[in-house]
């Protein structure tokens, strides 16, 4: 069982940055593709980003293109999420989850529907304030 556990997350104002962290508790996670999701009150769990298991290709939102970047160090078992030009509009917690049925995939098709992702941490708030 993979545990995964998210950090970084906080109060910061429009136009600021935060970089999250999940780190996970088994070295099989280094192996598998990762996404970040996220969730606002009175919404829907929403796809942010995923990062394949080499971190060779990464795939993003259209919300959070060229605002957010996804990467990972497989030698510390932990994905990134670093975050910029927030707006109040990204306000959520965020989650990170793994998809076992990825290990070792090298293509381009990642799933974007948290229903296929098997391992989640609990989230961690993001609060932008305008």
């Known amino acids: 069982q993979v545990q995964l556990v998210e950090s970084g997350g906080g109060l910061v104002q429009a136009g600021g940055s935060l970089r999250l962290d999940c780190s996970a508790s088994?070295?099989?996670?280094?192996?598998?593709?990762v996404g970040w999701f996220r969730q606002a009150p009175g919404k829907e769990r929403e796809f942010v980003a995923v990062?394949?298991?080499?971190?060779?290709?990464?795939y993003y939102a259209d919300s959070v293109k060229g605002r957010f970047t996804i990467s990972r160090d497989n030698t510390k078992n932990t994905v990134y999420l670093q975050m910029n030009s927030l707006s109040p509009n990204d306000t959520a917690v965020y989650y990170c989850?793994?998809?076992?049925?990825?290990?070792?995939?090298?293509?381009?098709?990642?799933?974007?529907?948290?229903?296929?992702?098997?391992?989640w941490g609990r989230g961690t708030q993001v609060t932008v304030s305008s």
């Open positions: 990062i394949s298991w080499s971190g060779s290709r990464q």
């Open positions: 989850a793994a998809d076992s049925a990825s290990a070792y995939y090298t293509g381009s098709a990642y799933s974007r529907n948290p229903d296929e992702y098997d391992y």
């Open positions: 088994e070295r099989t996670f280094s192996t598998y593709a």
